[in-house]
């Protein structure tokens, strides 16, 4: 959460909505103390993964012309480039050589994913645009973000690394980034239907090559839950203020010193 004084406005990207959801205090500190967000070896993955995924879209015309053995190469120069930044945390993905794991995900997002995309679209794609709604302090509440890609027909796109399949149906109801994503395509006029498509291209961090396409659908009821919560949050955090702690979920798995950037000063340090 951004605010900009001379605009009037408070940005809200849907990673710190994502945060604020899994625990208030995780999302308050990675405002008041962005110094803490060091990455994983995960992150660290996913980052090179993306950029190879990047690289490909903006240098082939279509999945068939893509140079494999040249993406594998350009994706693994990227993972060993994020591997060596300073201070990132390690996990028993680290036990393992991370090589194998690279090429099959670059094997997975090659041929079960690159296959799926409408090409001639844009990477990175950065986006801003308003909620409609005020915050209590009166400024005008908007979000903002980049997208990984919006394919040839307007469907939105984002590369995951995960350790494990995704859940189709949890994603439909209620993850929030598809939200975020395919509000931008409606309201910018990227989509005049009444029913917006995102589909997450999925790569899993093994050895052996698993692709995954999960597709979502979002319409103007969707816009509305998530702009009403990104309306409470907000409000909620601009009575709290970012000085003092707001609650502390620890009941997810993601409470841990390996997946919480501030367990050292928080629930670690008790
Ligand atoms: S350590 Fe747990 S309770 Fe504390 S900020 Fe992180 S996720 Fe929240």
Not at 195 to 206: C, E
Not at 217 to 240: F, G, H, K, P
Request: proline share 4%; aromatic share 12%; glycine share 8%.
């Amino acid at each position: 959460m951004r605010l900009d004084p001379q605009e009037q406005r408070i940005y809200v990207r849907q990673s710190w909505l994502g945060d604020y959801l899994i625990c208030p205090e995780r999302s308050r500190l990675g405002v008041a103390m962005p110094q803490f967000r060091t990455g994983s070896d995960a992150t660290a993955i996913g980052t090179g993964l993306h950029s190879a995924i990047e690289w490909a879209l903006n240098s082939f015309d279509n999945a068939g012309a893509i140079a494999y053995e040249e993406m594998k190469e350009y994706a693994q120069n990227e993972v060993k480039k994020e591997l060596s930044q300073p201070n990132l945390k390690l996990t028993k993905i680290s036990d393992k050589p991370i090589e194998p794991t690279v090429d099959a995900m670059v094997h997975s997002w090659v041929t079960e994913i690159a296959t799926e995309i409408e090409w001639g679209g844009t990477t990175e794609l950065g986006f801003r645009y308003p909620s409609g709604l005020l915050a209590s302090n009166g400024y005008e509440i908007w979000y903002e973000g980049t997208m990984d890609y919006m394919d040839g027909n307007g469907t939105l796109w984002d590369w995951k690394t995960a350790g494990r399949k995704y859940y189709a149906n949890e994603k439909q109801n209620k993850a929030y980034q598809p939200t975020v994503y395919c509000q931008f395509a409606k309201r910018n006029g990227h989509s005049t239907s009444d029913t917006q498509t995102f589909k997450f291209g999925v790569m899993l961090r093994q050895e052996k090559p698993v692709g995954q396409i999960v597709e979502i659908t979002r319409t103007e009821s969707d816009y509305r839950w998530l702009n009403r919560q990104t309306q409470v949050i907000v409000n909620n955090a601009l009575q709290s203020g970012i000085t003092s702690a707001w609650p502390m979920n620890d009941q997810g798995t993601l409470c841990s010193a390996t997946w919480c950037n501030y367990w050292s000063i928080c629930k670690g340090a008790c």
